[in-house]
């Protein structure tokens, strides 16, 4: 079983939409758990860190279930600059903290 | 204020061949990161220095090694080069890696894209 596992999409959705990513862990002593997005053919740069009580940052907000080892990603009101993959990233202590990623969600956002 | 930068961005070597993939972290960063992306793939963990020590490393053979140096540069090295090495070697930093220091940041650079035939 991978460590952090995505549903690698893609989503297909229309301009304005709501759409829903979902990524979960194996780990239950992760520690910091974060979304980057990656444009094609770029370097991941963080969209947000996700806490324990759920945080929001403009039209995306992210919320975390410890319980069920699962973070979540929503992005209200998609724009076409949306489009891209959406990695989800946790920090984990085994013999040394390392961040690892999930393969990602491929998002296209369509007019 | 410059970001992470690596290079070369784009390079092609040969099977059995060596490469060597360089990293400047942002100033003030004192940890360093290595991950592959190979075609279609994501991320996976190389290798963490920070203080000039190797404090981790991912499930790869010992034919991909680094190192860090004083002022917190890093190399990635690769040796006998496989056509399966061929991918995006992402280098990135952040502040010390602690345990206190929480929601620990990885800042990425542009990326090595190495091909090998």
């Known amino acids: 079983r991978k460590e952090v596992e995505q549903d690698p999409g893609p989503f297909n959705v229309p301009e304005g939409a709501t759409v829903a990513f979902n990524c979960t862990y194996s780990n239950s002593a992760s520690q910091s758990f974060f979304w980057y997005r990656q444009d094609c053919r770029k370097e991941p740069k963080l969209l947000m860190s996700?806490?324990?009580s759920g945080n929001e940052d403009g039209r995306f907000t992210a919320q975390l279930n410890r319980a069920s080892q699962y973070i979540s990603l929503l992005i209200r009101d998609s724009k076409l600059s949306d489009s891209a993959t959406y990695l989800c990233?946790?920090?984990?202590?085994?013999?040394?903290?390392?961040?690892?990623f999930g393969a990602g969600t491929r998002l296209f956002v369509k007019a | 204020e410059a970001g992470v930068t690596q290079s070369p961005t784009h390079l092609i070597k040969t099977r059995g061949q060596q490469v060597t993939l360089r990293c400047s972290p942002i100033s003030g960063h004192t940890s360093v990161y290595w991950y592959q992306q190979a075609l279609g793939l994501g991320l996976q963990f190389l290798l963490w220095y920070d203080e000039g020590e190797e404090r981790n490393r991912g499930n790869f053979p010992p034919r991909f090694s680094g190192r860090q140096f004083p002022n917190y540069s890093s190399e990635l090295n690769v040796n006998a080069l496989e056509l399966e090495d061929s991918a995006l070697y992402l280098c990135?930093?952040?502040?010390?890696?602690?345990?206190?220091?929480?929601?620990?940041?990885?800042?990425f650079g542009a990326g090595s894209r190495l091909t090998v035939l």
């Open positions: 996700v806490y324990s």
């Open positions: 990135a930093s952040s502040v010390q890696d602690r345990v206190s220091s929480g929601a620990n940041v990885l800042t």
């Open positions: 990233a946790v920090r984990v202590l085994t013999g040394g903290f390392k961040t690892i």
